[in-house]
């Protein structure tokens, strides 16, 4: 017997207007008046940047100004590079860049919606017809089921800082929601134009981040189609799986035949793959145990559930179809020698996929404890942001503001109207939220997760609206980028040996070339450092031909150092 008894009343959709509204708020806020941040953010924008005002070669072979980049793959890159092309005259390179960003979360959004309404009209996830009539449509319940796969996608944790990166891991996860919605295509109606489509986004896929998640996942599909008929898995191997070979070898291919063997990136893309490929450690297992919980919440706890309450239908389609994708990719996470949230990352479409299964099934009670659960704690990280703001605002309480200096020394606390009102429009239309869940404890199959994910967002759009000022200062190179670039004359060229995401933002920011350090034709050369080691003492490793023309840090860091010297000749 299916385990879902639902009246019509209980597959009310959400308002279109809101679900657009809540996407948007939520991709937006991090986005706007935000420099490039260190790490992925910075070097992914770099290479961006870099093939922007690059040549064709720069387009073969991923860099940042010089220096190599061929880890992941070129087609995030790709995409933000023709974004900075259109409209970086009109927004900045680094906004234009980011445009991509937008569009990546956008495209998995579509995804996880338009993969649970697929699945969520069969025949088999229809809830039990009652015995007087009144059950809902087949339609409104898929609608229903994809409000809320979406509603716990926008909700995941892990998905919060990733999904805001100008990197390759904001596209890597949308495009696996793109091939779990070509595989809901295929399995719910099999045809060559659904093989076609599967096997152009797992070709995608490959040029996006490596080829070890389409290859794990196009195994698992066709374990899955073996056991669910002997036809299914023929198109996938005689349509699927040249496509996407065609797809997946042609950059690769086109970077071995037209640059030299010395800038082919392939070696090191194969390289870097092959680095993620290892027997299971007990490291992994660990990592993703420990990590798992909060990067994976809330759509672990509902996607068990979900598992649990259809264990006895044979695995329908809706279970069996996420559930083989999460399997595949927990087996990759844990063959990861490394620690890394990317790994943990194509996890939440499939698994916000299934949770949404899930939500028919749960009792009243675990409903309304997770619904308490997310108030106590989301309105309480509210109110801590709020706090904290108006700490660093008034300097009360004391306390709170003497740790938010002490974290960042020097910074200047800003007031801005416009901000400060978005933030608390925002904060408003939360207590309204809360006051409407409570009051009227509606019946929709949504309310599970609507505090969840609109908790999140709060939260979110709070600190990237009241504190991006202290955000930037922390984590931007742009003010000391800017003064080292008015050390170095026209018509000149810096080396390097900092890190690829300090290289991008000190390229950017200064308007200075910079070039490989090997074989280096500038007269000047720019290395990283700390305030213990002296200039004297690093000059050593360069030789006597160098001297010190300039030296900086970030305000918010008093041990880091850049040193800049010029070429004695």
């Given amino acids: 017997m299916k385990p879902v008894r639902l009246p019509a009343s209980a597959t009310n959709p959400l308002p279109r207007w809101g679900l657009i509204l809540l996407c948007l708020l939520y991709i937006l806020s991090g986005l706007i008046g935000r420099d490039p941040w260190k790490q992925e953010d910075a070097a992914g924008f770099g290479i961006m940047w870099t093939m922007a005002h690059g040549t064709w070669q720069d387009w073969l072979a991923p860099n940042i100004s010089g220096l190599a980049m061929p880890q992941e793959g070129p087609l995030a890159y790709w995409i933000g590079a023709i974004c900075i092309k259109l409209f970086g005259w009109l927004l900045g390179d680094a906004m234009a860049a980011r445009l991509a960003t937008v569009f990546f979360f956008l495209l998995g959004s579509f995804a996880v919606w338009y993969s649970t309404y697929v699945l969520g009209r069969r025949p088999e996830a229809q809830p039990l017809r009652l015995a007087f009539g009144g059950q809902p449509q087949p339609k409104d319940?898929?609608?229903?089921?994809a409000d809320g796969a979406l509603l716990?996608?926008?909700?995941?944790?892990?998905l919060l800082v990733h999904s805001h990166s100008t990197s390759a891991n904001?596209?890597?996860?949308?495009?696996?929601?793109?091939?779990?919605?070509?595989?809901?295509?295929?399995?719910?109606?099999?045809?060559?134009?659904?093989?076609?489509?599967?096997g152009a986004v797992l070709g995608l896929l490959v040029l996006t981040r490596g080829w070890l998640v389409p290859a794990g996942l196009l195994l698992g599909l066709l374990a899955l189609g073996l056991a669910r008929g002997k036809a299914l898995p023929l198109r996938l191997i005689g349509v699927s799986l040249p496509v996407a070979l065609v797809l997946g070898v042609a950059w690769p291919f086109a970077a071995q035949e037209l640059l030299p063997a010395a800038q082919s990136p392939v070696a090191g893309w194969m390289a870097w793959n092959l680095d993620h490929l290892g027997l299971p450690r007990w490291n992994a297992l660990k990592y993703l145990l420990s990590n798992g919980i909060w990067f994976c919440w809330p759509a672990w706890p509902?996607?068990?559930?979900?598992?649990?309450?259809?264990?006895?239908?044979?695995?329908?389609?809706?279970?069996a179809l996420p559930l083989a994708y999460c399997i595949v990719l927990i087996i990759l996470a844990l063959m990861y020698p490394g620690s890394d949230e990317a790994a943990l990352l194509p996890l939440l479409p499939p698994l916000a996929m299934l949770a949404a299964f899930g939500l028919p099934t749960m009792k009243r009670g675990a409903i309304n404890a997770v619904d308490w659960f997310s108030v106590m704690i989301l309105t309480t990280s509210a109110a801590f942001i709020w706090l904290g703001w108006i700490a660093k605002q008034t300097g009360w309480p004391a306390w709170l503001a003497r740790n938010a200096f002490k974290l960042a020394p020097g910074f200047k606390p800003e007031f801005d109207l416009f901000t400060v009102l978005i933030?608390?429009?925002?904060?408003?239309?939360?207590?309204?939220?809360?006051?409407?869940?409570?009051?009227r404890r509606p019946s929709v199959l949504w309310r599970a997760v609507v505090l969840s994910s609109g908790g999140v967002i709060l939260c979110w759009l709070l600190l990237m609206t009241l504190w991006l000022p202290w955000g930037n200062y922390m984590r931007s190179y742009a003010p000391v980028a800017r003064e080292m670039g008015e050390q170095v004359p026209p018509q000149n060229c810096v080396g390097s040996t900092i890190t690829p995401a300090q290289r991008a933002t000190f390229a950017y920011f200064s308007e200075v070339p910079f070039e490989r350090i090997d074989g280096m034709r500038c007269d000047y050369l720019l290395v990283p450092?700390?305030?213990?080691?002296?200039?004297?003492?690093?000059?050593?490793?360069?030789?006597?031909d160098w001297r010190l023309v300039w030296e900086g840090h970030r305000a918010s860091d008093r041990n880091e150092r850049f040193r800049l010297y010029r070429r004695v000749r």
């Fill in 141 to 145: 319940y898929g609608r229903t089921l």
């Fill in 152 to 158: 716990i996608y926008l909700g995941s944790l892990g």
């Fill in 170 to 198: 904001a596209l890597h996860v949308s495009m696996v929601g793109m091939a779990l919605y070509g595989a809901v295509r295929y399995f719910d109606k099999p045809s060559g134009k659904s093989a076609l489509l599967l």
């Fill in 302 to 319: 509902f996607a068990a559930w979900a598992v649990y309450a259809w264990r006895r239908q044979a695995l329908p389609l809706h279970i």
């Fill in 423 to 439: 933030a608390g429009a925002a904060s408003v239309a939360w207590i309204a939220l809360v006051h409407w869940r409570i009051s």
């Fill in 529 to 544: 450092g700390s305030s213990r080691v002296k200039a004297e003492t690093e000059l050593r490793r360069y030789g006597d």
